[in-house]
């Protein structure tokens, strides 16, 4: 008779699992304790000047600006496009589908040079753009069209399959009952969306704060203007300032922690209400 997967010898489970423990150990608990440890190294006093420094706090105010921008715009996306995937059928769903998942195969370096192609002064846009004073290349512009670009399919690639395993049946029964598009939406289709919903906005968020290949691209690297937070860290470490470079660096760790909490305990209440619905 075989023997069931399940059923390992327990020394073999040991040895897996401490396999696991040391890559994980080696490659993400490891470097996450170098960069605080070496933030701090030169005392909290240091640290705390780092991240005072003007530059330190227009690459963060930029960092955020561009999160805050990004993510509704991808947020407002990703449900407009899953709603229109699941709920309907039309001609170029499988190309609009294949075009959401673009991000995922090109490189974020292409798509930055892709947007100066279009917009940088001897790109196709370039010159109507000068005419008209609009700055989008080595501006914000420019930084916050490559976070859309590498940042749009993590709200809808989270709810499109939510929303397909749904159906239709509870809109088309609210619609036969007089509801209206919007009614049938916020009551209806958002209920049964929210936390997968909340778990692509995090996703999204956070790949929107630590962006480096695009957003390095179009931005000129001018400091205390087009710098982000990676930006800002890539300069001071390459200035061998490295208490600022990591003191920053940290930051964007401490944000990457926050992220998994919070990633955790939406995987932990989206389960939960998926298996009471199932029941």
Do not use: C, Y
């Given at each position: 008779m075989t023997r069931a997967a399940s059923s390992e010898s327990p020394v073999a489970r040991r040895i897996l699992i401490g396999v696991g423990l040391l890559f994980l150990a080696l490659f993400l608990a490891l470097p996450l304790v170098v960069v605080f440890v070496q933030a701090f190294a030169k005392g909290w006093p240091m640290f705390v000047d780092a991240i005072g420094q003007p530059d330190a706090r227009a690459a963060i105010r930029l960092t955020l600006l561009v999160a805050a921008i990004s993510v509704p715009l991808n947020c407002v996306f990703g449900v407009v496009a899953s709603w229109a995937i699941t709920k309907f059928d039309f001609r170029g769903k499988s190309l609009l589908i294949s075009l959401i998942d673009l991000?995922?195969?090109?490189?974020?370096?292409?798509?930055?040079?892709?947007?100066?192609l279009m917009f940088g002064?001897?790109?196709?846009?370039?010159?109507?753009?000068?005419?008209?004073?609009?700055?989008?290349?080595?501006?914000?512009?420019?930084?916050?069209?490559?976070?859309?670009?590498?940042?749009?399919?993590?709200?809808?690639?989270?709810?499109?399959?939510?929303?397909?395993?749904?159906?239709?049946?509870?809109?088309?029964?609210?619609?036969?009952?007089?509801?209206?598009?919007?009614?049938?939406?916020?009551?209806?289709?958002?209920?049964?969306?929210?936390?997968?919903?909340l778990y692509g906005v995090l996703l999204c968020n956070a790949r929107a704060m630590g962006e480096f290949g695009a957003v390095s691209v179009v931005s000129g690297h001018i400091r205390g203007l087009t710098n982000t937070m990676p930006l800002h860290v890539e300069i001071l470490y390459n200035e061998y300032d490295f208490v600022g470079a990591f003191a920053v660096a940290s930051l964007l760790a401490s944000l990457?922690?926050?992220?998994?909490?919070?990633?955790?305990?939406?995987?932990?209440r989206f389960g939960y209400h998926q298996a009471r619905s199932a029941h």
């Open positions: 991000p995922f195969s090109v490189s974020p370096v292409v798509a930055g040079l892709i947007f100066v002064a001897q790109g196709w846009f370039g010159p109507w753009l000068i005419a008209h004073n609009w700055k989008v290349i080595f501006a914000v512009p420019g930084i916050v069209l490559a976070t859309v670009f590498v940042t749009f399919p993590f709200v809808a690639r989270e709810i499109i399959p939510l929303m397909a395993e749904q159906g239709r049946d509870d809109e088309e029964a609210a619609v036969s009952l007089g509801a209206s598009g919007w009614q049938t939406f916020w009551h209806v289709t958002l209920p049964n969306i929210r936390w997968g919903l990457a922690l926050v992220t998994l909490v919070l990633k955790s305990l939406l995987e932990w």
